[in-house]
């Protein structure tokens, strides 16, 4: 399987007249097959960027650790000082404005500064990318896919999706035949948008019960969870689709 899409990101990246490939490096599972694959596809012409922004340490211990054990060339490029710059003069305006923001609870209440960092992360990874006549691959897997667990215009605006057919599972396994380091396997899956967070408490479902369910269909799970997956789903469709236009 890493052969096949190793060869798929070379020919696309030909086909695009493209020298090569980037992708953010994160510290987490999705990434580091990412950024193996786009090594096996284009040598050294590839590069993992760093881009902590108020992240867990942690984070960008294991993205090192990833990066060294592959011998991944790597940029770092924090992202505090442009986050707090952003989000500080928007709160000022709000507040000149008389504007309240709407939120229904704790979770929404954080999302729309925590989507700010993917945000951030997709435009720096597009500098880096317009600069070298790179391509951006992204990191979504299929599971992801899915339920839109993505930012839009975030990590969801990329180039290429080079493990966007795999589930979870497959992601993992995938893992262990390239080799990533085993700390980096065995963490728990998160989108790092807060200290803490992780996917399945955010989801509210496993990703053993995500791929029983994109498998098997509703009836393979509990009906709670089936409820969640399918609201999920139709929520997140606009991300899936080309912005809507009139039909005139």
Known sequence: ??????????????????????????????????????????????????????????????????????????????????????????????????????????????????????????ATLYLVANRLNYLVAGTGNRSEITIGYYTKYGDGGVDLLPIGRLVKREVWDLARELGVPSRVIDKAPSAGLWLGQTDEAEMGFTYVELEQYINDGPAAVAPAVARRIQHLVSVSEHKRALPPVPDL
């Open 1 to 122: 399987m890493a052969d096949t899409i190793a060869g798929w990101l070379r020919e696309r990246v030909n086909a695009a007249g493209a020298q090569g490939l980037v992708c953010g490096l994160s510290g987490g599972i999705d990434s580091a097959v990412v950024a193996r694959l786009c090594q096996m596809a284009t040598g050294e012409n590839y590069v993992g960027v760093i881009m902590p922004c108020h992240s867990d340490p942690r984070d960008e211990a294991d993205a090192r650790l990833v990066a060294d054990h592959f011998g991944i060339k790597t940029l770092r490029i924090p992202l505090d000082a442009p986050f707090d710059a952003l989000t500080s003069t928007a709160d000022s305006a709000f507040a000149a404005a008389a504007l309240r923001p709407h939120a229904t609870d704790d979770v929404k209440a954080r999302m729309p500064a925590a989507n700010v960092k993917p945000r951030l992360r997709m």
